[in-house]
T-cell receptor, first 111, second 114 residues
Framework: EAGVVQSPRYKIIEKKQPVAFWCNPISGHNTLYWYRQNLGQGPELLIR????????DSQLPKDRFSAERLKGVDSTLKIQPAELGDSAVYLC?????????FGQGTRLTVV | AQSVTQLDSHVSVSEGTPVLLRCNYSSSYSPSLFWYVQHPNKGLQLLLKYTSAATLVKGINGFEAEFKKSETSFHLTKPSAHMSDAAEYFC????????????FGKGTRLSVIA
C-alpha cells in the first residue's frame, strides 16, 4: 500500500515569492492534515480536512496561507508571499480512524 | 483541550542499557495516545498507540508504553537500546473517538552511545 506522498521534498525560494506544496493521502483516508515543524520542535497543526471540508483551520495564518482539497483527495498548501519565518518542514498526514500516517514532508527554505 | 509534556528534551543512554522517555498528557476527553519516531531527514513513523484497550502497549522495534490514567502518563520504554534507536521521539495525544487533530509534544532526542 502506498503511503502519503508529498512533493517537492525540498524547496528554496526568495522571500516574497509564492510557493505551493502538494499531498496525495493514502487511498480511502477521509481525514487529511497539514502540519508545520520548525527546527527542534514538534509538528503544529495548520489545517485539518474531513473529506473536502476544512474543519479546523484556526492555526492557519490566513493572510498568506491557503489550502484546498478538491474532490476530497489530493491537497495543496500555498504560501503567498513567503517570509523568512516560514522556513520549516511542512508535513502532510492522513487518517481513516484515529492514528495518522505521515508523508516525508517538504523542507522549505526562504532566503 | 489537550496537551502533551515531554519531560526530557534530550536523553542519552549507552548501547544495551534501558531506555525511558517520559510523557505526561492533559485531556478533557478520553484520550488516544501515540509515540512517533523521526529519524534525521525521514518522515514520522508510528511506534505504538493506546486507544482504550490494554494499558500496556507493545510497539515495533521492542518498544512499549504503559498508560497510567492516575498519573496521566504514557512513558516509552525499551529494555536494551540499539544504536539504530537514536532519533527524535514524539508523544502525541488525540481524542479516542477521533475527529480531533493530533497534538504533539516538543520531542525528546535520544542519543545512544557505543
Amino acid at each position: 500500500e502506498a503511503g502519503v506522498v508529498q512533493s517537492p521534498r525540498y524547496k528554496i525560494i526568495e522571500k516574497k515569492q509564492p510557493v505551493a506544496f502538494w499531498c496525495n493521502p493514502i487511498s480511502g483516508h477521509n481525514t487529511l492534515y497539514w502540519y508545520r515543524q520548525n527546527l527542534g520542535q514538534g509538528p503544529e497543526l495548520l489545517i485539518r480536512y474531513e473529506n473536502e471540508e476544512a474543519v479546523d483551520d484556526s492555526q492557519l495564518p490566513k493572510d498568506r496561507f491557503s489550502a484546498e482539497r478538491l474532490k476530497g483527495v489530493d491537497s495543496t498548501l500555498k504560501i503567498q508571499p513567503a517570509e523568512l519565518g516560514d522556513s520549516a518542514v511542512y508535513l502532510c498526514a492522513s487518517s481513516a480512524q484515529v492514528e495518522a500516517f505521515f508523508g516525508q514532508g517538504t523542507r522549505l527554505t526562504v532566503v | 483541550a489537550q496537551s502533551v509534556t515531554q519531560l526530557d528534551s534530550h536523553v542519552s543512554v549507552s548501547e544495551g542499557t534501558p531506555v525511558l522517555l517520559r510523557c505526561n498528557y492533559s485531556s478533557s476527553y478520553s484520550p488516544s495516545l501515540f509515540w512517533y519516531v523521526q529519524h534525521p531527514n525521514k518522515g514520522l513513523q508510528l511506534l505504538l498507540k493506546y486507544t482504550s484497550a490494554a494499558t500496556l502497549v507493545k510497539g515495533i522495534n521492542g518498544f512499549e508504553a504503559e498508560f497510567k490514567k492516575s498519573e496521566t502518563s504514557f512513558h516509552l520504554t525499551k529494555p536494551s537500546a540499539h544504536m539504530s534507536d537514536a532519533a527524535e521521539y514524539f508523544c502525541v495525544v488525540s481524542r479516542s473517538s477521533g475527529n480531533t487533530p493530533l497534538v504533539f509534544g516538543k520531542g525528546t532526542r535520544l542519543s545512544v552511545i557505543a
